[in-house]
Structures are given as C-alpha cells and as structure tokens.
C-alpha cells in the first residue's frame, strides 16, 4: 500500500457469529492495539448499529505532491463523481498544491486541508490566513493539542476539524467544554468500535467525519457502519481508501463508486486469504 510511506500492513482478520472484525493498527497513528481488538470483537461477535443510509459520500485524499501532480489526481477523483477534496499541508508547497487542486476541482467543489498537527498557533494563524482564497470548507488538526485547537479557533474563520487530539470519550467532553472545533474526525479501530465511537461523537456534541486508517475492505466496513448510523451526516468521509490497496482480502471490496461507498457486509476469499497470509 504505497500512501504517504506506507508500504506494507500487519493485518490480523476475525471471524464470529455475526461477522468479520479487523486488527490492523496503522504506522505512525496512536491507536492502542486493544482499542483496535475491541472494535474488531464488536463486528465479529456483536454486529453493529441499524444504518439510516445506505450510502456514505467520500472525499478524496491529495498528498504532499508537487501542485502539478496534486492536479492530476483531483481531475482524477472528480471525475469519478467525488466533490469534497482533502489536501494534505505542512509539508512542500502548500499554496500551489491547493491553487492547483482549485483550478482542477471549480468553485463549487468543498476543499479541505489537513496539517496533522504539524503547526504551533501562531504559524496555523498565519498559513491558514494564506490560505483563505481557496474557500475552505475545513482545516482539520492545524494545532496538536486541543487547547490550541481552542484558541485558534477564535483567531481564525476557516472552521476546524480535530482529529488526533481525541482519543477518549474524555477528549470528547473536554472538545466540546472547550469550544475548540466544529467538526470531529474519527476512525473506529482506535475508539474500540462503532459503540464506543457513536459515544465520543455524542459526548463532542459536534458533527462527524469517519475515516479509515487504510484498513482491508473488512476493517472498512466498519468505519462505513459507524457513518451510516451517525444521526446526522454532513460532511463527505474518508473511506474510500479501497482503491489504494495493492491488494485486498475480498473479491468484492468496498470501493467506491460515483462519490460514494455503499453500505454493506464485506466476507473475505479463503483464496485471498491464504495468498495473503504471513509465513506461519
């Protein structure tokens, strides 16, 4: 899976009553590997939430390329039907990349940005100032910590995301005390499950965005059931990673099609399996 240096996955798939459940903590992100068992113990042995949608919207995912490239994979992934755009900043030259995606993706696209922490209060207020031509509908986690999150809100109008700065229902209740974002991103492995995910958006009191840690199509879906029976859904999600898979563990994975994944059980190929399958 070559994305942002990711090449290959520990990935442990199992089997219960009610399903297939994923363990597969992804390099360089906090997700403690019990967190990760306890959501995959959930969609094996309990099954999930009832959906109230049958189809999640996604949004694409530009990396840290040079801008010309960076337009080459928006025209892409519109394309195909996808109207949100997540690029990522912090790193190159995050003006042209963003100016390249615009152009490629029209005014009426939503464009996000995602620093992953990477800028202290005072560089955030300023890149993200550079950045207000661009429309945005979102930065999700300029700052690391949640009372910088906070203040920069207050400094800022583009509205903020946090993402790595909640772990916990506490993180949850401590963002919404804080006042510190407007919208919260999630991903199910390192909450423990699609329950314990549903309580810390609850307990954030703002809106969600499921994301995926690059999981097989298995592990997917459960980021796919946690958005399909969120209450309310008003931003597209990160969970059309599928198609960047050099190789999954169905013949029936969850990509997506005309901007949106469907939402759907995912049952592994015993074939696939065994061919993926590390030396015993």
């Known amino acids: 899976m070559p994305w942002q ?14 399903g297939w459940g994923e363990v597969s ?59 949100t755009f997540k690029v ?39 890149r993200l100032a550079s950045f207000g031509r661009f429309d945005l509908e979102l930065a ?16 800022v109008s583009a509205p903020l995301a946090a993402d790595e700065a909640v772990r916990d229902v506490d993180d949850a209740r401590r963002l919404r005390r804080l006042d ?21 958006v609850e307990e954030a009191g703002v809106p969600a965005i499921v994301s995926s840690m690059l999981e097989t199509s298995v592990g997917l879906a459960a980021g796919v059931a946690l958005a399909a029976c969120l209450p309310d859904l008003p931003f597209s999600c990160g969970l059309g990673t599928a198609s960047l898979l050099a190789a999954d563990v169905t013949d029936d994975p969850l990509l997506p099609c005309r901007g949106a994944v469907e939402v759907r059980p995912v049952f592994p190929d015993e074939v696939l399996l065994g061919r993926l399958a590390a030396p015993a």
């Open 88 to 126: 990522k900043v912090g790193a190159g030259d995050d003006v042209g990349r963003l100016s390249a995606v615009r152009d490629a993706i029209g005014p009426s696209a939503s464009l996000r940005v995602d620093a992953n922490g990477a800028w202290d209060v005072e560089t955030a207020c300023a």
């Open 180 to 200: 510190a974002a407007d919208a919260l991103v999630v991903k199910v492995q390192p909450l423990g499950g699609v329950r314990a995910a549903l309580s810390v």
């Open 5 to 18: 240096g990711v090449v290959e996955r520990d990935v442990r798939i199992v089997q219960g009553p009610t």
């Open 25 to 83: 903590p992804l390099p360089g992100f906090p997700c403690d590997p019990t967190m990760a068992s306890q959501s995959a113990i959930e969609a094996a042995t309990h099954g999930w939430p009832t959906p109230v949608r049958l189809t999640i919207p996604i949004n694409s995912t530009i990396p840290p390329v040079p801008p010309d490239e960076a337009s080459h994979l928006a025209l892409e992934d519109a394309r195909a039907g996808i109207d």
């Open 140 to 155: 999700e986690q300029p700052v690391a910590s949640l009372d910088d999150l906070a203040r920069l809100r207050r400094m």
